[in-house]
């Protein structure tokens, strides 16, 4: 009666199984530490956390203590508890009181504890086994004698008769050990692979919990630099200020509760590999080949799903937009003066595009800013000059946030972009965004998409717009595409990791394209 308080006082009131790594809130109740933090990432976005036992209430994510004590009370516990308790078979002869069976017989189908074992017949046709209770499953179903072989053409456990006389007469088999080690090896081989799984999705959910731990800081970052941007400006602004912070709160709110969700299901995923792996691990520790054989094929558990899906979710998600939210603040460029924040970045002092850079059938205007479709030029081809109507600027970009726009309304084909001065000048790979040297935004054939390393990605509006901007935060390794119409509209952002200097880049498939706005000292974000 101790021993069954006991364990009823080391089950889990989440999962209603013994403990595993137990940690304790502040209210004293103790949970598995996977079932409590599943518990709070679910009531992560209520704001409040409450214990799932008393309801104890705290504004922040409680932090969880590991109980040392009751680990090792769990741990002696499970370490001394007799195996023959827990299979529940007691010995068919102790009628006086139930006595746990220490094996069973087949031929006389019977449990029997260590006294009765003693006495037992030790003649061959006695076979002896673990304790069971469905004794009939070690018996030939059609000559009701012990089963003795595996038939390897049919997958079934036969006897003597079945092998000599039965359906299964000059059939290729195996002794029962025998088959069952074989199984057993290839239940390894699925295990070691189901623990590499296993350890790759455990390290994805504690990446994403890290990429939004990050988040969380850089929004909040960000939310005081357009607090104090706003805290010298008049009454009248004080509506666009919110509307800022909310855009920011949005922003966060929508990748956190995206984040939470990758990894309840990258945890959900990490507890069905974990059963799967328990559950073979059972069958390799048997000793009875027949249960081990006659459990259905588990070839297949080793095609889990690839996870990596999950992070082109998250990247797909996108950082936080601080173009986007500049684009807003940059309404106020006539109304505010003296503001000098970090929402500020340098203007380069100009754009110009490069003359031998560009190709033979662009026309580039005297003052370096429009590239124009026209015949054939009749300039050298060089190492630096681009096959097709394209070109890039002559200055590059390998610090610091930067913006450009374009003037697009007078062509209907155009590519704006960002490349490395190492891409490709011939071929059909010097194509901008055809190479992983160059990110570009196409509009062609009425087609809004955007392309890098071969990759097109069509956007779904067809937005109709004069003017496109490029925003490049270099440090963060981002560059972002916006769309100057009302509102401002991000149409995609890419990050990597930049290693070398970006020159803007141009494709003119018809009309003109012009890079425009002048000199200036300071500009807002975009």
């Known amino acids: 009666m101790a021993s069954a308080a006991l364990r009823q006082e080391l089950d889990c009131s989440i999962c209603l199984s013994i403990y595993t790594d137990p940690v304790t809130l502040r209210c004293g109740h103790n949970f598995c530490r996977v079932c409590i933090d599943r518990v709070l990432d679910t009531q992560e976005g209520a704001g409040v956390y409450t214990c799932p036992d008393c309801r104890t209430e705290c504004q922040e994510r409680p932090v969880l ?38 094996k069973s017989c087949l031929l006389c189908e019977a449990a ?18 673990d304790p069971t209770t469905a004794l009939g499953n070690r018996k030939c179903s059609v000559h009701k004698k012990v089963l003795e072989y595996y038939c390897t053409e049919d997958a079934a456990c036969i006897c003597v008769s079945c092998r000599l006389d039965g359906d299964h007469r000059g059939h290729n088999v195996e002794m029962l050990d025998e088959a069952s080690e074989k199984k057993k090896e290839k239940l390894r081989n699925i295990l070691k692979k189901l623990t590499i799984k296993r350890e790759e999705t455990e390290k994805r959910a504690q990446s994403l919990q890290e990429r939004r731990r990050e988040e969380q800081g850089r929004a909040a970052g960000v939310s005081e630099t357009v607090t104090a941007l706003f805290r010298d400006i008049r009454r009248q602004l004080e509506d666009l200020e919110k509307r800022v912070l909310i855009e920011i709160s949005r922003q966060e709110q929508r990748f956190s509760l995206s984040v939470s969700d990758l990894i309840q299901q990258l945890e959900i995923k990490k507890d069905e590999l974990s059963g799967k792996m328990r559950h073979i691990e059972e069958l390799c520790n048997m000793s009875d080949p027949v249960t081990v054989l006659q459990e259905p094929d588990t070839g297949d558990l080793c095609d889990t799903e690839d996870t990596e899906t999950h992070d082109n979710q998250v990247h797909g ?33 100009d754009i110009l595009l490069d003359v031998t850079t560009a190709g033979n059938n662009i026309h580039i205007s005297g003052d370096r800013k429009t590239a124009s479709r026209s015949p054939k030029q009749n300039r050298l081809v060089t190492p630096e000059r681009l096959k097709y109507p394209q070109v890039i600027s002559t200055r590059g970009f390998s610090s610091g946030r930067h913006y450009w726009e374009v003037d697009v309304s007078k062509s209907v084909r155009w590519g704006v972009g960002m490349c490395y001065p190492s891409i490709d000048r011939r071929g059909y790979q010097s194509h901008f965004g055809h190479n992983n040297k160059s ?12 392309l890098h390393n071969g990759t097109q990605i069509r956007l779904v509006d067809n937005i109709l717009c004069d003017r496109v901007r490029v925003y490049l935060d270099y440090e963060a390794g981002q560059l972002s595409f916006y769309s100057l119409c009302d509102p401002i509209r991000n149409l995609h952002t890419y990050t990597a990791a930049l290693t070398e200097p970006l020159h803007a880049a141009l494709w003119v498939g018809d009309g003109c394209i012009t890079i425009s706005g002048g000199v200036r000292n300071r500009e807002k974000l975009p």
């Open 439 to 450: 990110w570009c935004v196409y509009r062609y054939n009425k087609q809004f998409s955007v």
């Open 65 to 102: 203590q590991r109980n040392i004590t009751l680990c090792n009370i769990v741990g002696s516990f499970l370490s001394t508890r007799p195996d023959q308790e827990e299979t529940g078979i007691f010995c068919t002869y102790c009628v006086d009181s139930p006595v746990p069976a220490a």
């Open 317 to 349: 998600t996108g950082d936080l937009d601080v173009g986007l939210i500049s684009g807003t603040l940059h309404t106020l460029s006539d109304i505010i003066t003296g503001i000098n924040t970090g929402i500020y970045v340098q203007q380069p002092t």
């Open 112 to 129: 029997l504890c260590d006294n009765h074992l003693r006495v037992h017949s030790k003649s061959a046709e006695h076979v002896l086994c």
